[in-house]
């Protein structure tokens, strides 16, 4: 049975009882990590998850606060004993960025004892890896920072990750909800969505239309900390066929096919 693990589920900023965006998607003999914001090796070992154990981290963009946490979980899983390979699938531009910082962080080839391998998402259209269809989709959630450096320089994703019991979308980070619009063109069983760069209606107008048995909202902006409540209402009033929950850290959520899951 395959479920996910909310590790963080803050937005761009510290906001207190939430760490920054990462999940864990388990399955039966595979872990993938979908982002590493910062404290994720932390919060991985509350909940007494093996930090040797990930086949592969993807990262969707090279934000701050959705790669914060990846040296210290690299080298939680060197201490830790690991020494099969880490495959760490990420936008091009990023590669040599991170290989550089984690030199600097003394976690470099000459240091860790295994093997880091970085795999670009413009490689392929689709990555078959453990059983999955990873198909990454670019967003437009870097346009204004490309507009201040060379254009199209950066690169934000969308995955949508298919298996034969499930399908699921993450996000990401993006421009508008538009962004999703390739991804959830066939059925979703869950779709973890954030909800801060456009006003949370502009998404939900643009989900009722889609097929999607469950909703779950990460990444909230700060001005609805405390607030949760009240925009789960909105939400849940305007997509009444699908089962919509907001994140919270160490929640999981059961995935099943035509479903959309259960959590606890």
Known sequence: MAHIFVVGSACGVPVP???????????????????????????????????????????????SDHTGGLPMLIQAAWLSGRTEPLTIFLPAELSEPLKEWLNASYLGPDIVPFQIVFVPWESQSCFEFYGLKVHPAPTTHLVTLNRRSIPNRFKAYSLRIEHPDFRIVFSGDLGSPNDLEGQLNDHVDLLITEVAHFPPAKLFQFLSTKSIDRVLLTHLPTEWTGKEQKLLKSAREALPAKAVTIASDKMRLEIFSGTGGGSS
Request: charge should be negative; charged fraction near 20%.
């Open 17 to 63: 009882g939430r760490g920054h965006s990462s999940f864990l998607l388990a399955m039966e003999g595979s872990r993938i990590l979908v982002d590493a914001g910062e404290p994720c090796s932390r919060t991985l070992a509350e909940a007494e998850f093996d930090l040797r154990s990930f086949n592969a981290i993807f990262l969707t963009h090279g934000h």
